[in-house]
Nanobody
């Protein structure tokens, strides 16, 4: 499985950005998928995750402003509205495969930089 993000950039606070993740390869093995964010000096954190049942869980910090959806079977998007400076970071697309409910493999994209200016 290969993941490739696009759509990052520089935006002023209050603006919007739309990130896309193109998934290729053996995507039929993917169970959970979503987006993570990382800022320097901090651990990578979940932003939005869709589990095998289709439920989407958002981080409290982005609820009501970020929306994750599937543009098509190969593309996962993250619409980010009303952006705040604290949303700045590198955004990674993530997916995993599981066996008997246990994570077997994890897949990451290369990341895309999002910078929100005050």
């Amino acid at each position: 499985v290969q993941l490739a993000e696009s759509g990052g950039g520089l935006v002023q606070a209050g603006g919007s950005l739309r990130l896309s993740c193109t998934m290729s390869g053996d995507t039929f093995i993917i169970v959970d998928k979503g987006w993570y964010r990382q800022v320097p000096g901090k651990e990578r954190e979940e932003v939005a995750i869709q589990d095998s049942r289709g439920r989407i869980i958002y981080a409290d910090s982005v609820k009501g402003r970020f929306t994750m959806s599937r543009e098509n079977t190969q593309t996962l998007t993250l619409q980010m509205d009303s952006l705040k400076p604290e949303a700045t970071g590198v955004y990674y697309c993530h997916a995993n495969s599981k066996a008997l409910g246990v994570v077997r493999e994890e897949f990451w994209g290369q990341g895309t930089q999002v910078t929100v200016s005050a």
